[in-house]
């Protein structure tokens, strides 16, 4: 094992690292912290830390003074015990090195059960300087609460943003020039519709519902069945699809769980709610709750679950795929948690899509694809209107694919916005 540790140590520092658009996400460089990067696979976690690489390499430090290990590589299939391994490959490597001068990455460790022991060793007795990143919030999370309580910072890395879109594809953010205008639209129609998973971009059609499809396998088979020692596997895929099915409606367990046993399959409710667990811990779906004043019945009350990313969705969920308005639904959520607004829905007499909380401020919003038809209109205002209301709130915003205008009802602000011009603002 220790000849492999070296080969790809050596293999890595000799490699040059490829060229990438910027993120708007930077990792800190040189805090006394274990850096932990979460989040859905591809959403471009090791990218990020071949980029603090190239910054730390641009400050000065030297190649060799990096060790870099991703152990979905099948040559490190490793245990527990195996890990100590990497320290000694690494020191007789370079016996003069010191190791508190160095910095370590391990991509994907939750991989490596107990792993958490492992990098506390590391971090108390050797280097400060450690960067890890895995694909399951639940095992990650759990793991760092128990032994690196106090130790760590954690970055959430979702699929490219409106923004990071633009940057991926040169395309200039200026609304204001028609040529350029005209351009950012295209680019929203595409990012609403194919999602923003960095290496799907700018694939052919066929090509990238391949790609995506391939993502979700991964995610179903590897980080559910595997890691969770699923044996329902039929039902799990079941189970996830009509989610996504459902998206942007409250989600709820029973229906699902009376829809499986009328077409004839025998599990236990228990394992339904298991299952939800695991979609988030997993990154492949998003919840937020109904809104209320009083926390506990928030807390208790129907969540609506959105896909990670449009073009996994669409991809994978034939029903979404002409869906446009909910596809816009899911994009604006997903915007909204990219940019770390707490978000909530409202649920009333209407329901209204989205609140968002900034301080004492409650921002309701509402999202259809446009509002051409007066039905479409009045059913959309009026659920942003009793949301205002009930929420005390003198403004609400609708976003549309691409109408703009301004209205006041019932002495209150609505303002219909674009969403290319929403997502360019959003902070």
């Not at 007499?349 to 039905?375: H, M």
Request: glycine share 4%; hydrophobic share 40%.
């Amino acid at each position: 094992m220790k000849d492999i540790l070296k080969s790809v140590i050596v293999e890595f520092q000799q490699r040059e690292l490829p060229i990438f658009k910027e993120r708007s996400l930077k990792i800190a460089l040189d805090i006394p912290m274990i850096v932990t990067l979460m989040g859905v696979r591809r959403s471009g976690k090791t990218y990020l830390l071949y980029d603090t690489i190239l910054r730390l390499v641009k400050n000065g430090v030297s190649m060799e003074n990096i060790l870099f290990l991703n152990f979905e590589d099948e040559r490190l299939s490793m245990q527990i015990g195996d890990l100590d391994l990497i320290l000694q490959s690494f020191t007789e490597l370079y016996p003069a090195k010191k190791l508190n001068e160095c910095y370590f990455f391990f991509d994907e460790i939750q991989n490596v059960t107990g792993w958490e022991k492992f990098v506390r060793r590391v971090f108390d007795n050797y280097s400060k300087h450690l960067y890890i990143t895995g694909s399951n919030a639940k095992l990650l999370s759990t793991e760092i609460a128990d032994s690196l309580r106090g130790r760590t910072i954690t970055y959430t890395v979702y699929p490219l943003s409106f923004k990071e879109y633009l940057v991926f594809n040169d395309v200039d953010r200026n609304i204001v020039n028609s040529i350029k205008r005209a351009k950012v639209i295209h680019s929203a129609l595409q990012f609403v519709m194919q999602g923003g998973f960095p290496e799907a971009i700018n694939l052919e059609k066929e090509i990238q519902l391949k790609v995506l499809q391939g993502y979700f396998n991964t995610m179903i088979f590897r980080d559910i069945v595997e890691r969770y020692k699923i044996n329902d596997v039929q039902v799990l895929k079941f189970f996830i699809k009509k989610l996504f099915s459902n998206i942007g409606k409250p989600l709820s367990i029973n229906k699902t769980y009376n829809d499986l046993r009328s077409l004839g399959y025998k599990i236990s409710n228990n394992y339904l709610y298991e299952f939800e667990q695991h979609v988030y811990a997993v990154f492949l779906g998003i919840s937020i709750p109904k809104f209320d004043y009083s926390e506990i019945k928030q807390t208790k009350s129907d969540k609506k679950l959105y896909a990670i990313d449009t073009g996994l969705l669409s991809s994978v969920e034939f029903s979404m795929s002409n869906n446009r308005g909910k596809l816009l639904e899911n994009a604006v959520l997903l915007e909204l948690v990219k940019a770390g607004k707490e978000v909530f829905y409202h649920k009333g007499k209407y329901e209204c899509d989205f609140v968002v909380r900034q301080g004492n401020e409650l921002n309701p919003i509402q999202v259809a694809w446009d509002l051409e038809t007066e039905s479409t209109k009045s059913r959309e205002m009026r659920a942003l209107i009793e949301a205002c209301k009930h929420l005390h709130s003198a403004t609400g915003q609708i976003i549309t694919f691409d109408q703009k205008k301004q209205l006041v009802i019932d002495e209150i602000s609505i303002e219909i916005i674009p969403f290319y011009e929403w997502a360019i603002q959003i902070l």
